[in-house]
């Protein structure tokens, strides 16, 4: 361990021993202040992200139960022509599935339009 030499003396800033004590009260309500500042900016952004968590969660369910809404009565169409004894090469039940696969497809591609545009608002910021 390094030992100070005795023949050399330091020079102590009395303000930083004064704030180190406490009894520069102005200093230490400087940083107090700062420090208050910096907690505030800190939670208001926590509250933000909390919020915009919710309400994209909001979107999605919003979304997928729609999705769900709009292809139930097509795909109950597809389950009762099968059960019936009907198979997928019949003109009922493939208009049925592609109109099934091409809603699908339009869903995923508003999700990942939605997701880039996103993200690319992020990066702005």
């Given amino acids: 361990m390094n030992t100070p030499d005795t ?12 704030a180190l004590a406490g009894l520069n009260t102005d200093a230490s309500m400087a940083v107090v202040q700062r420090t208050r500042r910096a907690v505030m900016v800190a939670a208001n952004e926590m509250r933000a992200r909390r919020e ?10 919003l979304a997928v139960g729609t999705l769900v809404m709009l292809l139930t009565p097509a795909i109950w169409v597809v389950a009762d022509d099968l059960f019936e004894g009907e198979h997928f090469q019949d003109p009922p039940t493939l208009a049925v599935s592609l ?19 996103q993200s690319r608002g992020r990066e702005g910021l």
């Fill in 7 to 18: 023949g050399t003396r330091r020079r102590v800033d009395p303000d930083l021993v004064q």
């Fill in 52 to 61: 915009r968590s919710r309400r994209q969660l909001g979107l999605i369910l």
């Fill in 99 to 117: 109109v099934v696969t091409f809603f699908s497809t339009i869903f995923a591609a508003l999700i990942v339009t939605w997701r880039s545009r």
